[in-house]
Every structure is written in structure tokens, then in C-alpha cells.
């Protein structure tokens, strides 16, 4: 039984580019989340996605946007990098349709390092 | 708006010896709470939940957590800690009552072990 997956597991990109980060959920799981976690930082909600749309999000800018495609995998892109996004980007996934008590299994991150 | 703080930066205990923990959080009703464990390099593993129920959780590896609402605290501990569980170890909180939920995390505690 695969786990969450993420793909790149590393990316180095130049302020101002664009970039797209790749998740596949759990096997059974119908909601993915994103976090990014700084260096010596707790992770930081970004967003979450169920049925294809966005239904939370924390405290990012607009840069920061998603999709989840009906297979539930999911993409993060970011426009306009800065500096400051340079990050280990966590993808998480559990299953609402299972009832709102199911923990969020985490994948190893996409570090994104911005020169 | 809820919130986790990990009193503790970085503990150093000798290998078998008991483990503690802190972990206070915020959150206006009963929350889901959680300890996850990060090795370097790698995504976050869950290690034990709570929902409802039991104050006491078991989880894996040999922790386990108390749940205490008067002093809104989750404290991870272990008997005996082995020295693979050197790590950094987070608290999170999930926001109760809805169909999915956020975590916040607090900013982590690292764990070295002394042979």
C-alpha cells in the first residue's frame, strides 16, 4: 500500500520563476493538504483541497494556489518566487469521506531551494 | 485562532532513561491533537493521535500521550528511549467539528540521545 508520494524531492529555482509541486495521495484518501515548513520551523498550513476545490487556507499570499484532479492528486504552484519560499513543501492526505476523525499521513517534501 | 507551543527547544536525555515532552495548546473547544516525529531530511511520521475519549493515547514505537483540558497540555512520554528515537519531534493541533481540518504545529522539539 503506497504511502503519500511528492515529486520533485529536490528543486532549485531563481527569484521571480515559476513552480509546480507534485502530490499523490494515500491509497483510500480523498483530501490533500499542503504545508511549508522552514528551516527549524514547525510546519505551516497552506491549503486543502477535497472534491477539487479549496476549502481552507491559511495565512499565504495568492502566489501560493493549487488544483486536485479527480484521481485526488494534487499540484502546488508558486509564481514569483522569493527568497523567503525556499522551504521543505509537505503534502498530507486523509480521507473525509471516512468521517472527520482520520489523521493526515504526511509524504517526505519537495525541498525548494530559490538562489 | 488556534495555536501550539513546545516549551522545550532541544532536550538531550541518555539512552534508556523516561522521556517527556511539553506540549500546551489553544483552541476554543476540544481539539485534535497529535505528535508527529521528523528525521533529517524526511517528511513527518505520525506517532499517536487524540480525538475523543480516553485521555491516555497509545501510539507507536513505545510513546504514549495524556490529554489534560484543565492544563490544555498533551505531553509525549516513553519509559525508556532508545537511540533511534534521536529526532524532532512536533505537537499539532487540528480544528474539531468540521468535515476536515488544519493542523498547527508548534515549532518542534529535537530529541539526542546519549549512548
Known amino acids: 500500500d503506497a504511502g503519500v508520494t511528492q515529486s520533485p524531492t529536490h528543486l532549485i529555482k531563481t527569484r521571480g520563476q515559476q513552480v509546480t509541486l507534485r502530490c499523490s495521495p494515500k491509497?483510500?484518501?480523498?483530501?490533500v493538504s499542503w504545508y511549508q515548513q522552514a528551516l527549524g520551523q514547525g510546519p505551516q498550513f497552506i491549503f486543502q483541497y477535497y472534491e477539487e476545490e479549496e476549502r481552507q487556507r491559511g495565512n499565504f499570499p495568492d502566489r501560493f494556489s493549487g488544483h486536485q484532479y479527480p484521481n485526488y492528486s494534487s499540484e502546488l504552484n508558486v509564481n514569483a518566487l522569493l527568497l523567503g519560499d525556499s522551504a521543505l513543501y509537505l503534502c498530507?492526505?486523509?480521507?473525509?469521506?471516512?468521517?472527520?476523525?482520520?489523521?493526515?499521513?504526511f509524504g517526505d517534501g519537495t525541498r525548494l531551494s530559490i538562489l | 485562532a488556534q495555536s501550539v507551543t513546545q516549551p522545550d527547544i532541544h532536550i538531550t536525555v541518555s539512552e534508556g532513561a523516561s522521556l517527556e515532552l511539553r506540549c500546551n495548546y489553544s483552541y476554543g473547544a476540544t481539539p485534535y491533537l497529535f505528535w508527529y516525529v521528523q528525521s533529517p531530511g524526511q517528511g513527518l511520521q505520525l506517532l499517536l493521535k487524540y480525538f475523543s475519549g480516553d485521555t491516555l493515547v497509545q501510539g507507536i514505537k513505545g510513546f504514549e500521550a495524556e490529554f489534560k483540558r484543565s492544563q490544555s497540555s498533551f505531553n509525549l512520554r516513553k519509559p525508556s528511549v532508545h537511540w533511534s528515537d534521536a529526532a524532532e519531534y512536533f505537537c499539532a493541533v487540528g480544528n474539531s467539528g468540521a468535515g476536515s481540518y488544519q493542523l498547527t504545529f508548534g515549532k518542534g522539539t529535537k530529541l539526542s540521545v546519549i549512548p
Open positions: 491509497s483510500g484518501h480523498d483530501t
Open positions: 498530507a492526505s486523509s480521507s473525509v469521506d471516512r468521517g472527520g476523525n482520520q489523521p493526515q499521513h
